[in-house]
């Protein structure tokens, strides 16, 4: 799977295929937030929805239209249900635990709600994809990440191996959850700790508003920065996804025998204070004389992993969060509803397998007039 993800959905080239989409969908979300007819605006919310509809129409165009909220609430659940810890994970040996619980139940119900929901999906693609191949001699169509799935299953020899379509479907709801979940937090979270703190927000609008403005280029260092030190903070991720050791090893002082689950804690690792002085403030500016990206190729910051079991779609994730949050500071300013100063602001984390807000962030954006 890591190999078609790699190598197939999230490519360089594969990820850039998708700019219109962002930039069509982030624009998108500005016309909502100057239309709005309320002063206040749930951010948390809009993020999600941001988040879903990019990844929504990266996999499949248009299809899913007036299934939209549906799909994305299969997605949520599934990612609720999954999230934290079980009484099973801690009795693994016990092997009834999931069904006593029900949890193995409300699983299965939620397989079955996402199976009808790509049944249809597939079906109505599949047919698309009949039709553009007859008018373009046979052309191999891989608009969508979809398509590629599709192309995959259709055709074994690429992989070496066949794609059953049991798999497409699994792989598509996965990267649905993880897509959704891991850019809109890194945005709630960004924003967050912007309008926390002012001078960081003044300091990135500016930066912002002269390269769009005057220089017509891209986005500068500073709000590059200010997202690696919310991804310090605020791993989307805080528990990376578990490894299994092949062979017992001694690892600093303890012996951890074959074939032990471990879980790397990049939340603790990010905070570890032998590795950034005042590991708990907020300070984008202590990345101006270190070279570190997101890579995991400096292990004091792996926000999403590193080496072969990196995040493969972490690139995807990073432009929508990186253009989402350009534009979002570009055409507005940002206030807190009634006389709520900024210091105050609630910082409290949601726990579990992604680590969210508490509260929802409610804010009141200003529109920017551009002289």
Partial sequence: MRKICTLELFSAKRVGSFRWIREQEVANLVKTLRTAGE?????????????????????????????????????????????????????????????????????EKMRLEADSIFDAIIDERRSQRSSMSSSSDGEVVEDYLLDVLLNLHENPSRLGYPLTMEVVKAVT????????????????????????HPEVMRKAQTEVREAFGEKGGDVEEYLDNVIKESLRLHPPGPLLLPRENRESVELCGYHVPAKTKVFVNAWTINRDPRYWSEAEA??????????????GNDFQFIPFGAGRRICPGFDFGVEVVKLTLANLIFHFNWKLPGEMRPESLDMTERL????????????????????
């Fill in 39 to 107: 002063p206040t605006v749930d951010l948390t919310d809009l993020a999600h929805k941001l988040s879903g509809s990019v990844t929504s129409k990266s996999a499949f165009g248009s299809i899913l239209r007036g299934m939209d909220e549906t799909f994305l609430e299969v997605a949520q659940n599934f990612g609720d249900v999954t999230a934290g810890f079980r009484t099973s994970d801690l009795y693994p040996s016990l092997t009834f635990l999931p069904a006593l619980t029900g949890f193995k139940d409300k699983l």
């Fill in 173 to 196: 709801l996965e990267l649905f959850i993880a897509g959704i979940e891991t850019s809109a937090k890194v945005i709630e979270w960004t924003m967050s700790e912007m309008i926390k």
């Fill in 282 to 295: 907020f300070c984008p500016e202590r990345f101006d004389d270190r070279v570190i990206d997101y890579k």
């Fill in 352 to 371: 579990g397998a992604s680590v969210g807000r508490e509260y929802a962030l409610l804010v009141i954006p200003v529109p920017y007039h551009e002289n």
